[in-house]
Each structure stands twice: as C-alpha cells, then as structure tokens.
C-alpha cells in the first residue's frame, strides 16, 4: 500500500476500498516481515515486527494479523453475504504523532483501525489519532476485533428468504433454485438443504412442504 500517510476512514484519503488494521507508515526493514497465508476459507496476513518510519530506531514494533473470512465457506456464512474479519494485535505501539489541524504532518497521525467502501464515502471508523468512541475497547498488546453482521443470527433450515417464517414462498424460492432460475447465496444454501445432503432438490421441498403443513 503506498498511501503512507494515514487519514480517517471513511474518507477521500488513502485507496478504497481498504480495511485498514493498523493504518501508518510502517517498516519492512530492521526485521519487519509481512506474510500471507491464503485457502479456501480464510486468509491470513500478518506484519511481524514493523516499525514505525519516524521511530524506526526504537524497539517499538507492531505485530498484528488480519484474518479474512470467505462467507461461502459453511462455517462463515453471514445472513448478509458479507465476509467477517478478524483483526488481532500481539504488539501495538501506536506512537506516530500528527497533527492535521495545523498542517500536514509529513508521516501522518496516530495510526488509523476501520475499513471503508470502494467509492471511499461508507465506512467504519474504530480508531483515528488515538481517537475511538467512548464505548470502544482501547486497542493495546493482545487485544482483537471481530468485524461481522451476524449480530447473533439464528439460521432457521427452509426460510431460504430469510423472512422469519416458513411459508410457500420459500417453496417457490426453493424450486426455483432447483430449477437454476435463481441461484442460492452460501446462507440459502445452507438453509434450503434440509436433509443435509450437500444438494437442494425435490426431497428438499417435500420435507419443506411437510414442515409448513404441520405448522
């Protein structure tokens, strides 16, 4: 990432879209290292050692990793579609100091921690120069944020249209999977397969029909 110099997020600053775990001007060099892991239904990036440009002669590191969901995977799906996300920090010194208010600090301000869109205008901002809301867990040496939407959501098996009930709409969503009229996002999937068969089909839909019947 070459935007080095770190604003608040949402914003017109820096590139979009960007989830930004520990948003400053960091070192690679002294040791600091940055590596990936990537499968099928994760990915990992870590910053191992990494110092900060303008105290890149202290032993103040920062190691911290993102972890990145994939919602396709059955163990990750979100009512949403959207992937979750695990930020985690081992060290965090965030001690880049700006001020923007009075010019523009060459290396930026206290490191920025959110994400934001591709269009760069819808966002969530957890901290900007040393800043977070009242409610918020100071970020600091093994501490971590989950990004999710799940927000605690039961998965209820037929209600592939996620209205809270079991009716003949989800029939007729269902059939028309079957029919690859529509095609099933990871949580439909999830809820449309009710013999746990790996498959939607016809058998799907009787035991559907029967559920509803009997309600």
């Given amino acids: 990432m070459s935007a080095f110099r770190n604003y608040s997020v949402p914003g017109a600053g820096g590139p979009s879209p960007m989830v930004a775990a520990f948003w400053d001007d ?102 900007f120069n040393n800043q977070n809301p009242t409610e918020a867990m100071p970020l600091n040496d093994e501490t971590a944020l989950f990004i999710t939407t799940s927000l605690g959501y039961t998965y209820t098996l037929g209600d592939v249209n996620q209205d809270d009930e079991l009716n003949v709409l989800d029939v007729v969503t269902t059939v028309n999977f079957i029919l690859g009229v529509l095609d099933p996002t990871a949580y439909q999937q999830y809820a449309g397969d009710m013999n746990d068969d790996d498959s939607i089909n016809i058998l799907d839909v009787v035991l559907l029909v029967n559920i509803i019947l009997s309600n």
């Fill in 26 to 127: 960091l070192m690679t060099s002294n040791g600091g290292q940055v590596y990936k892991l990537v499968t099928d239904d994760y990915v990992i990036i870590q910053w191992n050692n990494m110092r900060i440009y303008e105290h890149g002669g202290t032993n103040d590191v920062n190691t911290f990793q993102m972890i990145l969901y994939n919602p396709d995977y059955m163990g990750y799906i979100t009512p949403t579609g959207d992937g979750e996300i695990k930020i985690q920090y081992k060290e965090y010194n965030n001690i880049s100091v700006g001020d923007y208010s009075q010019y523009t600090p060459l290396h930026g301000c206290y490191s920025t921690t959110g994400l934001e869109n591709h269009l760069g205008n819808i966002g969530l901002e957890y901290a």
